[in-house]
C-alpha cells in the first residue's frame, strides 16, 4: 500500500460515514414529522372532544333547567299530590321527591361553574326547608291537601321567597356565554 492508496481509503471511509450520519438525520428528520403529523391528528382529535365538552355542558345546563322546575314546588305538588295523605306523609312525599330529582341529576355538576351548581343545591334545600317549616307549623292531624294549601299560599303571598326563577335565569344566562 502507498501513501496515495492510504488517503483514498481514509477518504472513503470519511465519506462513508459522512453518508451515513446524513442518512441517519434524513430518517430521524422523517420520525420527527410522523411524530408532529400525530400529534396533530391528535390535537384535530381533541379540537373535536371541545365541541363534544361544550354539547355536554349545555346539555347539563338544560338538564338542570328542566331540574329546577321539577322541583319548583308548586310543581312537585302538582306531580305528587295524594289527596288521601295525611301532612306527614305528604311531607315525607315533597321531600322524598325533591331529593330524588336532586340525585338524579347530581352528575351535571361535573359540566357546570361551581356558581351555577351552588345555585341548583340551595334551590333543593330552600325547597326542602319550606316544606319541613310548613309543615312543622300544622297540626298533627292536618291532612296532606292542608300542607300543599298552606305551601301554595306562603308561596303566592311571597313570589320572592322561591329562588327557582332566578336559578333558572342564571343557568340560562351561563349556557348562552357558551353558545
Known amino acids: 500500500m502507498t501513501i496515495g492508496t492510504t488517503e483514498f481509503t481514509i477518504a472513503i471511509i470519511i465519506a462513508l460515514l459522512l453518508a451515513g450520519a446524513l442518512a441517519y438525520l434524513i430518517w430521524k428528520q422523517r420520525q420527527e414529522l410522523k411524530k408532529g403529523e400525530k400529534k396533530d391528528q391528535q390535537a384535530e382529535a381533541a379540537s373535536g372532544t371541545g365541541i363534544s365538552t361544550r354539547q355536554l355542558q349545555l346539555q347539563a ?3 338542570l333547567i328542566l331540574l329546577t322546575d321539577r322541583i319548583a314546588l308548586p310543581n312537585v305538588i302538582s306531580r305528587v299530590n295524594q289527596p288521601d295523605f295525611t301532612a306527614r306523609e ?3 312525599l315533597l321531600t322524598h321527591s325533591i331529593r330524588q330529582e336532586f340525585e ?25 326547608l319550606i316544606v319541613n317549616q310548613v309543615a312543622s307549623f300544622l297540626p298533627g292531624e292536618a291532612s296532606g291537601m ?17 329562588l327557582q326563577n332566578v336559578v333558572s335565569e342564571a343557568l340560562a344566562y351561563e349556557a348562552k356565554k357558551l353558545m
Do not use: F, G
Open 146 to 162: 292542608e300542607l300543599n294549601k298552606s305551601l301554595l299560599e306562603l308561596l303566592m303571598q311571597n313570589p320572592k321567597a322561591s
Open 90 to 92: 305528604m311531607q315525607s
Open 61 to 63: 345546563y338544560e338538564r
Open 104 to 128: 338524579h341529576n347530581i352528575t351535571q355538576q361535573i359540566y357546570v361553574s361551581a356558581e351555577a351548581w351552588d345555585a341548583v343545591r340551595n334551590l333543593k334545600e330552600q325547597n326542602l
